[in-house]
């Protein structure tokens, strides 16, 4: 298997679980115990340079460029930002919209959000961050799947 295909494997496996475990999972994504991931990921320069990689990457992605090409990039790349530094422990406050409500009336599909996933894990690599913490990052991330995919 693919290294790729492996992290989509695991994200897809986060988001099968079952509403209350998942439910679990996300509040413990929100308050980590420690900051072990955020310094993995580099601290906050590590992650604002996986975001500076990766917004642009998203507006000119073939797949999901049109769900980007009106969007303010400086405040998307704020918001990503903050809650990759929240999830990953790192002591920052997601100042953005709840999740639903963020993506409500986009049709976002499961394909969508797994191409979204695949240029996320693109701009880690080109940053150099380890498989491993790659993964926990998407672990982390992965709850939100329930408010962001809206077409089923």
Not at 32 to 56: E, K
Not at 77 to 95: D, I, N, P, T
Not at 105 to 120: H, P, Q, T
Not at 124 to 146: C, D, G, S, W, Y
Request: aromatic share 6%; hydrophobic share 45%; charged share 20%.
């Amino acid at each position: 298997m693919t290294r790729p295909f492996l992290a989509l494997a695991a994200l897809a496996i986060a988001c099968a679980l079952p509403p209350a475990l998942a439910q679990s999972v996300a509040g413990a994504a929100s308050a980590p115990a420690d900051d072990t991931l955020f310094r993995d990921l580099g601290g906050r320069a590590g992650i604002d340079a996986i975001v500076g990689d990766f917004v642009p990457r998203l507006a000119t992605d073939p797949r999901l460029g049109e769900f980007f090409k009106n969007s303010n990039r400086a405040h998307l790349e704020q918001m990503l930002a903050e809650q990759f530094c929240a999830v990953a422990g790192g002591g920052c406050r997601y100042s953005g919209l709840p999740m639903a409500q963020a993506h409500r009336d986009m049709d976002i599909s499961k394909g969508d959000f797994n191409a979204l996933v695949e240029v996320l894990q693109a701009s880690m690599e080109a940053r150099h961050v380890p498989f491993a913490t790659q993964n926990r990052l998407l672990a982390r991330l992965a709850p939100m799947h329930r408010d962001i995919v809206t077409d089923h």
